[in-house]
């Protein structure tokens, strides 16, 4: 009878469904990402690496996900929220491999994490294509963990590029001798101001001003004052996120007439032209993006529709760009076995967003170390190897 | 002369709050360590309001006043209540309002980080002013300003008028007040609300000219922690002084000596004031 | 020593030895866990000998832990020493600066020994920062070395072990005795011919040089060391917070806090990440309401009742 049918084919197509969702669960990849949500640098990864990573998954996803040996797999993203603490970073690294059993990670957010989860992803081999991880040891950790790859660029190469700027004006006449110098300190800003202090001097420049300030400082007015009172020719801030904002703030109010101004983390974010506007134009940043390559301005898009935030004009590029070596380093090596993806990586080239990527003894050697906003877009204007490097402007007041 | 100033319009920033948690726990004796979060409250509703509809945040802070009295009150008579009546003598209440503010503070991070998890940046006042031919920012006296009104009308209220007079009663003695006929658990709930309120409202005001985010109320709350401590408990005048003696100090030092050792100068000049005076500076020695 | 001693002393070894036994049946994810229960029971058991009986607060305990790890970090990273002698620089050094705090802070009581102590440690995590920043200056400090987590592990249950047996000593000693008086009352303990400064410094010392020692022995699980990483003041309130959670009545106390907070911990973390947080939060709430004298008080509390229904 019609009724019997009707119940035969519903059965036939609901199991027939079911069994294609439990085949479908099987061809799942599944990939770790730890990182802040909530913490001192909970701020920052949630501009620069959480959204990428939504983005990243939602289009592979999209597209069917990964070609894995000839057989569409979709992305599933495992997430963490490590609160900035390194113990509890750990624990969380340890609970992906073993308990989630996730194929791929994502790498962490920030030098001091990365560090800490290196001997953990190393002990279980996954490629761990660090981003946001600086350091000036990567040939003694690249030789310990032959799983790690890193792809933001070292300490020498921001300080270098910095005094490059520098010099580069001090030729055409805009700037004189006189620099004023100022770190947080942090690790950080500790390295870079060491590495930019002889460089400095090498250059011939007077550093007219060289102090620190503890992180957390309330009151930054005192160091820009001080600072003004040097008379300098250009001012360089190794900075954090909130010192950024802050310096920056008085540098405007107390008019701090320089034609060089730099402050290095958060200069490239979004909420900074949205704070200051017109004012910061000229201002010099850690960082760089080219605003005119094609392919840049697709993933702005793609960022702003899928996220609903603004890329900033540094990391979230690199972020992005991690994935999508790990995307092409799965599908080029054809499994999920992490041996063959990791060999990929390091014998490879990828075609990413910011152009040809490849590593050299893990260790990637493109990418933009200073960016300058100029009229609302942060441009890159320094950098190891990358191109479409835009030309440098002179600050011209703070209005 | 340009020190003394900025380091005043610091330690005016610094009395805010400090205010709070003073008739927090001078007062209602509850050492509140979710203190900071509510000056991240306060100034998660000025970046809120200004950036969706560019409302002054001095506004917001009149629209936030009540609003906080209220929810501090509602915290009080409901979750802190029943620590003070069951705990045996001043040291237990510590230890449970410790932890259990410990847990409030975990919980409105947890909160505020979903309602928006990056940084509160916006622009208002971010202009010069001179003063004396200095220049400073006009956000920060501002803020001054109003940290002055309202530790004024503090002031007046708690020694001028029969309710303030209460308070101040119950901050000396909790069972004196009790044996005069005053209601010691009504006067506490109103305290720590007119103290939350307060504090927000300090939140509101300091989100003008520094950039907060969710995760940054701990450090609010060890800043006025050791104010109050330092000021002696109980006494307005004291945090006021403490706070005034710690923007100078920490300005001063940022200036003539080295900014990296503001924040240690601060905690130095705060040890050596207790090592000498043990109950703070306006404090009553422990009988 | 009597009987019951002997008892105890038994009891205390094999529970150990079964501690060390751990890394034979964990994995690494619980290896991980395990890992962090032990460092903080062996830093809320050595701060409850002081806090415990005299009832004083202290939040020191992330200054000293911070000059463990740090003391670490920069020999072996600047100074190229090797990490077993650092770890015994570095807990002397913590030793010598928790006799010192202990000096300062013998006129201060209450809610101002708590905050003061506080200020100090953020006082010596700035000072820390700026004098790497000026003097030191060095490029992140780095701890390479071949320990993994099994070997830490098993350098925390020893520790343990260390602050057990001293605990177990000084509550039988008179050390242990004028403790149990000036936390009462130390009025009356100084009137009955008590030295309490001696006493009170001895066991603040004491538990600072643990505090340091954890430092260190933990400074290989980070790999990397930040001044404001090793120094956070959260340290401190979480040590606190769960010896009171456990209960400092008692020498096994704060273990009783530690395991389950950890484990209510790290689950709240796995499943409601996003929210961990605020869940963190409640689940604080809840316990500081329901369980008023620590697990340990709720514990002795059905126990007593127990007692009670069999009469």
Redesign the interface.
């Given at each position: 009878m019609k009724l019997t049918k009707l119940f035969k084919s519903a059965a036939i197509g609901l199991s027939a469904s079911m069994l294609a969702v439990s085949v479908q669960a099987a061809d799942v990849i599944k990939i770790g990402a730890v990182a802040p949500k909530t913490g001192a640098l909970g701020g920052g990864a949630v501009v620069t690496q959480w959204p990428n990573v939504e983005l990243w998954s939602k289009q592979v996803n999209a597209a069917g996900g990964l070609d894995v040996g000839g057989k569409k797999m979709m992305v599933e993203i495992i997430e963490y929220d490590d609160k900035t603490n390194p113990g509890e970073h750990i624990k969380a690294a340890q609970r992906l491999a073993e308990v989630d059993k996730v194929d791929f990670i994502v790498a962490p957010y920030g030098t001091g994490f990365n560090l800490a989860a290196a001997p953990i992803y190393a002990k279980y081999n996954y490629p761990h294509i660090a981003v946001s991880a600086i350091s000036d040891k990567m040939p003694e950790l690249t030789a310990r963990y032959s799983n790690l790859f890193f792809t933001l660029g070292n300490t020498t190469s921001f300080s270098e590029s910095v005094v490059d700027i520098l010099k580069d004006m001090r030729a055409a006449g805009t700037i004189g001798n006189r620099v004023a110098m100022v770190n947080v300190a942090d690790a950080f800003g500790i390295e870079l101001a060491e590495a930019a202090r002889p460089r400095l001097k090498e250059a011939g420049f007077d550093i007219v001003y060289d102090k620190s300030y503890p992180l957390g400082t309330p009151d930054l007015s005192p160091i820009i004052k001080g600072a003004k009172e040097s008379n300098p020719d250009a001012f360089v801030a190794w900075s954090y996120p909130p010192d950024t904002f802050a310096l920056t703030e008085q540098a405007i109010i107390q008019d701090l007439d320089v034609k060089m101004y730099y402050t290095a983390v958060a200069t490239c974010f979004p909420a900074f032209v949205g704070k200051f506007g017109s004012k910061i134009n000229g201002v010099f940043g850690a960082g760089g993006v080219n605003q005119d390559s094609p392919d840049i301005q697709a993933y702005f898009k793609a960022h702003k529709d899928i996220t609903g935030k603004d890329a900033d004009g540094w990391a979230s590029a690199n972020t992005y760009v991690s994935l999508q070596i790990l995307g092409q380093a799965i599908e080029g090596a054809g499994t999920l076995d992490r041996q063959a993806v990791i060999d990929y990586i390091k014998a490879s080239s990828f075609d990413t967003i910011m152009g040809p990527i490849s590593f050299e003894d893990q260790i990637s050697n493109r990418f933009w170390t200073v960016g300058q906003w100029q009229d609302g877009k942060f441009r890159g204007v320094k950098s190891s190897q990358m191109a479409g490097a835009a030309p440098i402007v002179a600050k011209d007041g703070w209005n | 002369m340009d020190i003394i100033i900025t380091g005043l319009l610091l330690g005016g920033t610094y009395a805010l709050i400090a205010f709070g948690l003073n008739l927090q726990y001078g007062v209602a004796r509850i050492m509140n360590l979710a203190n900071g979060e509510m000056i991240v409250l306060g100034a998660l509703a000025a970046f809120w309001i200004f950036v969706a509809d560019a409302i002054s945040p001095i506004l917001t802070m009149l629209i936030v006043a009540p609003l906080s009295f209220f929810g501090n009150w509602l915290i009080y008579r409901f979750l802190l209540r029943p620590l003070v009546r069951r705990a045996k003598n001043q040291g237990q209440l510590e230890v449970d309002s410790i932890l259990a503010t410990f847990g409030m503070a975990f919980a409105l991070v947890g909160i505020m980080v979903s309602i928006h998890g990056e940084y509160y940046t916006y622009s208002y006042l971010a202009e010069p002013f001179e003063i004396l031919g200095e220049t400073f920012a006009l956000n920060r006296i501002v803020a001054f300003c109003f940290a002055v009104l309202i530790g004024a009308a503090l002031w007046l209220w708690l020694y001028f008028t029969r309710t303030g007079m209460a308070v101040r009663a119950v901050s000396v003695s909790t069972e004196a007040s009790g044996l005069v006929g005053i209601n010691v658990p009504q006067l506490s709930a109103i305290a720590f609300g007119l103290g939350g309120a307060v504090t927000t409202m300090g939140g509101t005001l300091i989100s003008t000219f520094i950039t907060l985010d969710a995760s940054v109320g701990v450090v609010f709350t060890m800043k006025a922690l050791i104010i109050i401590i330092m000021g002696g408990v109980g006494d307005i005048r004291g945090a006021i002084v403490a706070a005034l003696i710690l923007g100078l100090v920490e300005t001063a030092v940022a200036r003539l000596i080295d900014p990296g050792l503001t924040l240690a100068a601060a905690y130095a000049i705060f040890v050596l004031i207790l090592l000498f005076r043990p109950q703070g500076l306006f404090g009553r020695k422990p009988s | 020593m009597t009987s019951g001693d002997v008892k105890q002393l038994v009891w205390g070894a094999i529970l150990l030895a079964l501690a060390a036994c751990v890394p034979l049946v964990a994995?690494?994810?619980?290896?991980?866990?395990a890992l962090?229960i032990a460092?903080f029971t062996v830093l809320s058991t050595s701060w409850a000998l002081f806090s415990g009986p005299t009832?004083y607060?202290s939040l020191a305990t992330a200054a000293f832990f911070g000059v463990g790890g740090f003391l670490v970090g920069t020999g072996m990273s600047d100074y190229n020493t090797d990490y077993w002698t650092m770890v015994v620089i570095a807990s002397l050094a913590g030793t010598v600066l928790a006799f010192l705090v202990g000096l300062?802070t013998l006129?201060?009581?209450?809610?101002?020994f708590v905050?003061?102590t506080?200020?100090?440690a953020?006082?010596i995590r700035?000072?820390v920062?700026?004098i790497?920043?000026?003097f030191t200056?060095?490029?992140?400090?780095?701890v390479?070395t071949d320990l993994?987590e099994a070997d830490i592990y098993i350098h925390l249950v020893l520790v343990a072990a260390l602050v057990y047996l001293a605990g177990w000593w000084i509550a039988r000693s008179r050390l242990g005795f004028a403790m149990r008086i000036i936390g009462n009352d130390e009025m009356v303990a100084r009137h009955v011919g008590i030295n309490t400064a001696f006493s009170k410094v001895i066991l603040f010392t004491f538990s600072g040089f643990v505090a340091s020692l954890v430092g260190a022995l933990i400074a290989p699980?980070?790999?990397?060391i930040?001044?404001?990483?090793v120094f956070?003041?959260?340290l401190s309130?979480i040590v606190?917070?769960m010896a009171?959670?456990g209960g400092t009545g008692r020498l096994w106390g704060p273990i009783v806090g530690v395991i389950p907070f950890a484990l209510l911990q790290?689950y709240i973390?796995?499943n409601y990440?996003?929210?961990?947080?605020?869940?963190?939060?409640?689940?604080?709430?809840v316990?500081?309401?329901f369980l008023?004298h620590g697990v340990l008080g709720r514990l002795e509390e059905t126990w007593a009742k127990r007692r009670r229904s069999t009469w």
């Amino acid at each position: 009878m019609k009724l019997t049918k009707l119940f035969k084919s519903a059965a036939i197509g609901l199991s027939a469904s079911m069994l294609a969702v439990s085949v479908q669960a099987a061809d799942v990849i599944k990939i770790g990402a730890v990182a802040p949500k909530t913490g001192a640098l909970g701020g920052g990864a949630v501009v620069t690496q959480w959204p990428n990573v939504e983005l990243w998954s939602k289009q592979v996803n999209a597209a069917g996900g990964l070609d894995v040996g000839g057989k569409k797999m979709m992305v599933e993203i495992i997430e963490y929220d490590d609160k900035t603490n390194p113990g509890e970073h750990i624990k969380a690294a340890q609970r992906l491999a073993e308990v989630d059993k996730v194929d791929f990670i994502v790498a962490p957010y920030g030098t001091g994490f990365n560090l800490a989860a290196a001997p953990i992803y190393a002990k279980y081999n996954y490629p761990h294509i660090a981003v946001s991880a600086i350091s000036d040891k990567m040939p003694e950790l690249t030789a310990r963990y032959s799983n790690l790859f890193f792809t933001l660029g070292n300490t020498t190469s921001f300080s270098e590029s910095v005094v490059d700027i520098l010099k580069d004006m001090r030729a055409a006449g805009t700037i004189g001798n006189r620099v004023a110098m100022v770190n947080v300190a942090d690790a950080f800003g500790i390295e870079l101001a060491e590495a930019a202090r002889p460089r400095l001097k090498e250059a011939g420049f007077d550093i007219v001003y060289d102090k620190s300030y503890p992180l957390g400082t309330p009151d930054l007015s005192p160091i820009i004052k001080g600072a003004k009172e040097s008379n300098p020719d250009a001012f360089v801030a190794w900075s954090y996120p909130p010192d950024t904002f802050a310096l920056t703030e008085q540098a405007i109010i107390q008019d701090l007439d320089v034609k060089m101004y730099y402050t290095a983390v958060a200069t490239c974010f979004p909420a900074f032209v949205g704070k200051f506007g017109s004012k910061i134009n000229g201002v010099f940043g850690a960082g760089g993006v080219n605003q005119d390559s094609p392919d840049i301005q697709a993933y702005f898009k793609a960022h702003k529709d899928i996220t609903g935030k603004d890329a900033d004009g540094w990391a979230s590029a690199n972020t992005y760009v991690s994935l999508q070596i790990l995307g092409q380093a799965i599908e080029g090596a054809g499994t999920l076995d992490r041996q063959a993806v990791i060999d990929y990586i390091k014998a490879s080239s990828f075609d990413t967003i910011m152009g040809p990527i490849s590593f050299e003894d893990q260790i990637s050697n493109r990418f933009w170390t200073v960016g300058q906003w100029q009229d609302g877009k942060f441009r890159g204007v320094k950098s190891s190897q990358m191109a479409g490097a835009a030309p440098i402007v002179a600050k011209d007041g703070w209005n | 002369m340009d020190i003394i100033i900025t380091g005043l319009l610091l330690g005016g920033t610094y009395a805010l709050i400090a205010f709070g948690l003073n008739l927090q726990y001078g007062v209602a004796r509850i050492m509140n360590l979710a203190n900071g979060e509510m000056i991240v409250l306060g100034a998660l509703a000025a970046f809120w309001i200004f950036v969706a509809d560019a409302i002054s945040p001095i506004l917001t802070m009149l629209i936030v006043a009540p609003l906080s009295f209220f929810g501090n009150w509602l915290i009080y008579r409901f979750l802190l209540r029943p620590l003070v009546r069951r705990a045996k003598n001043q040291g237990q209440l510590e230890v449970d309002s410790i932890l259990a503010t410990f847990g409030m503070a975990f919980a409105l991070v947890g909160i505020m980080v979903s309602i928006h998890g990056e940084y509160y940046t916006y622009s208002y006042l971010a202009e010069p002013f001179e003063i004396l031919g200095e220049t400073f920012a006009l956000n920060r006296i501002v803020a001054f300003c109003f940290a002055v009104l309202i530790g004024a009308a503090l002031w007046l209220w708690l020694y001028f008028t029969r309710t303030g007079m209460a308070v101040r009663a119950v901050s000396v003695s909790t069972e004196a007040s009790g044996l005069v006929g005053i209601n010691v658990p009504q006067l506490s709930a109103i305290a720590f609300g007119l103290g939350g309120a307060v504090t927000t409202m300090g939140g509101t005001l300091i989100s003008t000219f520094i950039t907060l985010d969710a995760s940054v109320g701990v450090v609010f709350t060890m800043k006025a922690l050791i104010i109050i401590i330092m000021g002696g408990v109980g006494d307005i005048r004291g945090a006021i002084v403490a706070a005034l003696i710690l923007g100078l100090v920490e300005t001063a030092v940022a200036r003539l000596i080295d900014p990296g050792l503001t924040l240690a100068a601060a905690y130095a000049i705060f040890v050596l004031i207790l090592l000498f005076r043990p109950q703070g500076l306006f404090g009553r020695k422990p009988s | 020593m009597t009987s019951g001693d002997v008892k105890q002393l038994v009891w205390g070894a094999i529970l150990l030895a079964l501690a060390a036994c751990v890394p034979l049946v964990a994995n690494g994810y619980w290896m991980s866990i395990a890992l962090t229960i032990a460092m903080f029971t062996v830093l809320s058991t050595s701060w409850a000998l002081f806090s415990g009986p005299t009832h004083y607060i202290s939040l020191a305990t992330a200054a000293f832990f911070g000059v463990g790890g740090f003391l670490v970090g920069t020999g072996m990273s600047d100074y190229n020493t090797d990490y077993w002698t650092m770890v015994v620089i570095a807990s002397l050094a913590g030793t010598v600066l928790a006799f010192l705090v202990g000096l300062a802070t013998l006129r201060l009581s209450g809610v101002y020994f708590v905050i003061f102590t506080l200020g100090l440690a953020e006082m010596i995590r700035t000072l820390v920062s700026w004098i790497q920043n000026n003097f030191t200056g060095s490029r992140g400090l780095y701890v390479l070395t071949d320990l993994g987590e099994a070997d830490i592990y098993i350098h925390l249950v020893l520790v343990a072990a260390l602050v057990y047996l001293a605990g177990w000593w000084i509550a039988r000693s008179r050390l242990g005795f004028a403790m149990r008086i000036i936390g009462n009352d130390e009025m009356v303990a100084r009137h009955v011919g008590i030295n309490t400064a001696f006493s009170k410094v001895i066991l603040f010392t004491f538990s600072g040089f643990v505090a340091s020692l954890v430092g260190a022995l933990i400074a290989p699980r980070y790999t990397y060391i930040e001044p404001n990483g090793v120094f956070s003041p959260e340290l401190s309130f979480i040590v606190v917070i769960m010896a009171l959670l456990g209960g400092t009545g008692r020498l096994w106390g704060p273990i009783v806090g530690v395991i389950p907070f950890a484990l209510l911990q790290e689950y709240i973390n796995a499943n409601y990440s996003n929210y961990s947080t605020l869940v963190l939060g409640i689940a604080f709430l809840v316990i500081v309401y329901f369980l008023p004298h620590g697990v340990l008080g709720r514990l002795e509390e059905t126990w007593a009742k127990r007692r009670r229904s069999t009469w």
